[in-house]
């Protein structure tokens, strides 16, 4: 596979370390596990966003470039693109470096948008609120 190039975009949101219970027979990381990060890092420039509390209800364009392995440090960034009435949709970036290796450069593994709702005590959508 090759490596995506660029910068990661966005600010940092994340950064955890993948480990032997996080993969399938074949040694990789799930993806169910990146995706679960990256949901939970891209709820925080939602919140911010929402003025409060959010769900998320969508997930578009997932892309999966590179496989991760065992001990690998992964972090995520996540930029706002968009509101709504009562939605957000941000853009999440998971990238990995090999902790091994001090000198080892981050690599693009997987980016997608999300979509987040707005929800109030009840749980059901709300405006967001114009300070946020």
């Known amino acids: 596979m090759s490596e995506p190039q660029g910068e990661p975009r966005g600010r940092l949101v994340g950064r955890v370390i993948a480990m ?3 993969t399938n ?4 990381i799930f993806g169910g596990w990146l995706l679960a990060h990256m949901d939970l890092a891209g709820a ?23 496989p991760v392995a065992v001990g690998d440090e992964v972090t995520i960034y996540a930029s706002l693109l968009t509101t709504g009435r009562t939605s957000i949709r941000v853009h999440v970036e998971a990238w990995k470096r090999a902790r091994n290796d001090p000198r080892a450069q981050e690599v693009r593994v997987t980016e997608g948008v999300f979509t987040y709702v707005a ?6 959508p709300r405006p967001l609120t114009p300070e946020a």
Do not use: L, Q
Not at 25 to 28: C, H, I, K
Not at 54 to 62: L, Q
Not at 119 to 124: A, E, H, T, Y
């Open 20 to 22: 032997p219970a996080d």
């Open 25 to 28: 027979p074949e040694g990789d």
């Open 44 to 66: 925080t420039p939602a919140f911010e966003a929402a003025g409060g509390r959010c769900v998320t209800v969508a997930v578009d364009a997932m892309v999966f470039h590179e």
């Open 119 to 124: 929800i109030g005590d009840d749980r059901r």
